[in-house]
């Protein structure tokens, strides 16, 4: 733990030394960032609620669950609740030095966000899954509430009551019987960052399809492999995380689905993503009429095939009993996954 927390103090005073922060502040930001750390891990029962009307209209009328997430719909669409830690607020009397309270504050803000929105990955994929909608995480309303130093401490039960309650107040009660949907989304990893992101990339290409930008679907659908290559491989044969054929074949996937991967693959390179070397007004020559649809089910199949892989190779744990530690060990990934390059 020592060591992951010297590797993300250097991180954070790294991008800090990005932005030429005078020198004689250099003592007081980093005072602050061990203040900040110090201060999540003291606060374990510190938490928010957080819940995010989905817009779909209300046809997402099912009801999905885990430990310390829900969506359940209301009287104007599908709301995701998460209880997730507290590290948005409370900073004022904590932290010393403006700039470092300023980016810290944000730093909590992000990664306690980043959780709720794994959690509404869930449920995107299931909508997907179950009634073909492509939903954003940023919805449409969002609602919170703040729990600190309550005595005795609210549990789970209580933040989620609560919180139907609030939503209801604000976005009515869902008028039909309730349906319980089980999927196997509901228990695969979205936490970490490379199959969060491949869910990004796969209902970005469903919208880019639906508004008929072929290419650019094609682009986001090969989007998806490159952001399943970063998880661990290191136990598959070839370079999975650099060749499209080699992580279809860690995927158990036959010679005609690495060929598809490698064609869209091509297409994004030449077309897409970089200027063509020819042909670009008849880059639709290279598209058969199916080739989005074939696309698509090589993406699906690899996201889901990928996600159900995930927990032979963990790199992060999707439902840590301290999310403090958690967010020490694993700040490389959530750092990369949250926050910006450059000051």
Same mark, same amino acid.
């Given at each position: 733990m020592n060591i992951a927390r010297a590797r993300a103090k250097s991180m954070i005073l790294a991008w800090f030394d990005k932005g030429k922060l005078p020198r004689p502040l250099r003592a007081g930001v980093a005072a602050d960032i061990d203040r900040f750390f110090d201060t999540i891990a003291e606060r374990t029962h510190w938490h928010e609620c957080l819940s995010t009307l989905l817009d779909d209209r209300g046809q997402a009328d099912f009801i999905m669950k885990g430990h310390d997430w829900c969506a359940r719909p209301s009287g104007k669409g599908l709301v995701v609740t998460s209880i997730v830690p507290g590290w948005n607020f409370g900073w004022r009397d904590v932290l010393e030095d403006e700039i470092a309270e300023d980016m810290l504050s944000d730093l909590g803000h992000y990664a306690r966000q980043y959780i709720h929105r794994s959690n509404i990955a869930k449920v995107l994929m299931a909508a997907w899954e179950r009634n073909g909608l492509v939903l954003h995480p940023f919805g449409a309303g969002l609602n919170i509430q703040r729990y600190s130093d309550f005595q005795p401490k609210v549990t789970h039960a209580e933040m989620f009551a609560a919180a139907e309650r609030s939503n209801a107040a604000v976005w009515g009660r869902f008028p039909k019987a309730l349906r319980v949907y089980r999927t196997r989304w509901s228990d695969r990893n979205t936490l970490d960052p490379a199959i969060h992101q491949a869910i990004f990339h796969f209902l970005r290409a469903q919208a880019l399809v639906a508004a008929d930008f072929e290419l650019e679907a094609l682009a986001a659908y090969d989007c998806v492999l490159h952001s399943l290559q970063n998880l661990d491989w290191s136990w598959a044969p070839g370079n999975p995380k650099r060749d499209r054929r080699d992580i279809c074949g860690a995927l158990?996937?036959?010679?005609?689905?690495?060929?598809?991967?490698?064609? %869209?693959?091509? $297409?994004? +390179?030449?077309?897409? *993503?970089? !200027?063509?070397?020819?042909?670009?007004?008849?880059? %639709?020559?290279? $598209?058969? +009429?199916?080739?989005? *649809?074939? !696309?698509?089910?090589?993406?699906?199949?690899?996201?889901?095939?990928?996600?159900?892989?995930?927990?032979?190779h963990r790199r992060l744990d999707p439902s840590p009993k301290d999310w403090a530690s958690w967010f020490v060990t694993n700040f490389t990934q959530v750092w990369s996954a949250v926050w910006f390059r450059d000051p």
């Open positions: 158990g996937f036959g010679r005609r689905s690495a060929d598809l991967a490698e064609h %869209v693959y091509f $297409l994004r +390179n030449q077309f897409v *993503a970089h !200027a063509g070397g020819w042909r670009w007004w008849d880059a %639709v020559d290279y $598209l058969e +009429n199916d080739l989005a *649809a074939r !696309a698509s089910r090589l993406t699906s199949r690899a996201l889901r095939k990928a996600a159900d892989i995930e927990p032979q």
